[in-house]
Structure formats: structure tokens, C-alpha cells
């Protein structure tokens, strides 16, 4: 069975840094880009970052660009997200999922980010 479990979020102040870890199981990672997602309340999940099967390729979306950075070891079937000059509207869930333009039916429980002073 498909399944994500992301971890990594926490309370932070506008500006600070967290990294999030997502370990996903039950397909062939290594085969599968790998995405996340976030949402915030009241809005509609919205794609942050992507990366192909083999790291080579990444997109970003333009409020996250130049901050964070998404990255995957395929060894551990665990994709990552590091999360820096944070700011307030970064405050949502998030969440991963593979695929790259689209993405499985599957979600996890998602992980908390606050940014708030």
C-alpha cells in the first residue's frame, strides 16, 4: 500500500529554517518524481516543489523559489524539503506525494509548519 509520512515541522520565526523529510513506501520510489505540497487554511492544496525520479530536475513554486530546496535519496526512499527565510504565508500543512504534473490518490497526515513571531 502506498504511504507517506512526513515529518520535520515545528514553530518557527519569520525567517528561520526547518527541514521537512517525507519516507514514502509501498511503490518504487527511485522510478517516481516526487512532489510537495502545502496547505494553508481556508485555501486549496498548492504544489511547492518537485523533483524527477533521479534528482536531476527540480521546479519550484515563484513564492518559494530562491528558499527552499527540495531534494531525495533514493537509498532511502525519503525525499526532503529545506525550508529557509521562512515567512509568514509559508504557515500551512505539508504534504508529499509522487509524481510531477500529477500526483496518486494518496496523502499522509502531513506535518505542521508555523511561522509566526
Known amino acids: 500500500q502506498v504511504q507517506f509520512v512526513e515529518s520535520g515541522g515545528g514553530l518557527v520565526q519569520p525567517g528561520g529554517s526547518l527541514s521537512l523529510s517525507c519516507a514514502a513506501s509501498?511503490?518504487?520510489?527511485?522510478?517516481?518524481?516526487m512532489s510537495w505540497y502545502r496547505q494553508a487554511p481556508g485555501k486549496e492544496r498548492e504544489l511547492v516543489a518537485a523533483?524527477?525520479?533521479?534528482?536531476?530536475?527540480?521546479k519550484y513554486a515563484d513564492s518559494v523559489k530562491g528558499r527552499f530546496t527540495i531534494s531525495r535519496d533514493n537509498a532511502k526512499n525519503t525525499v526532503y524539503l529545506q525550508m529557509n527565510s521562512l515567512k509568514f504565508e509559508d504557515t500551512a500543512v505539508y504534504y508529499c506525494?509522487?509524481?510531477?504534473?500529477?500526483?496518486?490518490?494518496?496523502w499522509g497526515q502531513g506535518t505542521q509548519v508555523t511561522v509566526s513571531s
Open positions: 506525494n509522487a509524481g510531477w504534473d500529477s500526483v496518486t490518490k494518496y
Open positions: 509501498g511503490f518504487t520510489f527511485s522510478s517516481l518524481a
Open positions: 523533483i524527477t525520479n533521479h534528482g536531476g530536475t527540480t
